[in-house]
């Protein structure tokens, strides 16, 4: 059995998250969406449920933070090469989001982060897949120039 992954995000503008997720490319499971809450699909086994700020605070009893504003969590998200994580970043710039900080070159792993219009933080990552299959030590001394 599978697990699937469910990332919870509040949103001061649900249809403005809508738009801005799709706009990078997910897609939006209507049976899980409604008035308070939207399922925006990146693959089969991760989601976003984009809720409400008034609905996700009925999941909890702490304060919910303010993302433009507070750090709770960053989502990282892999992709296939270095120009998809630049192309996923920049769909997202051009949909409203912001880009708070230099992309991040490692040699190994290539990465950008990407708010979106409510502050949430996503992380999209390249790794060489030798790199993940070795760990980032060994595949930069393997790969170190002599």
């Known amino acids: 059995m599978a697990t699937n992954i469910f990332v919870n995000l509040p949103t001061k503008d649900l249809e403005r998250s809508k738009a801005f997720y ?6 939006i499971n209507p049976l899980f969406t409604d008035e308070n809450a939207a399922c925006i699909v990146w693959d089969d086994n991760v989601y976003f449920m984009v809720l409400t700020r008034d609905y996700f605070a009925t999941f909890t009893d702490k304060q919910v933070a303010d993302a433009t504003t507070s750090a709770q969590v960053l989502v990282a998200l892999s992709r296939d090469s270095r120009e998809d994580v630049d192309r996923i970043v920049e769909a997202g710039l051009s949909a409203g ?14 990465n950008r982060d990407l708010e979106d219009p409510d502050g949430n933080v996503l992380e999209f990552l390249y790794m060489d897949p030798a790199a993940a299959e070795q760990g980032p030590e060994a595949f930069m001394a393997e790969n170190a120039e002599v």
């Open 97 to 110: 989001g912001t880009e708070p900080r230099p992309a991040t070159d490692l040699g190994f792993m290539y």
């Open 22 to 27: 799709t706009a990078l490319g997910a897609g």
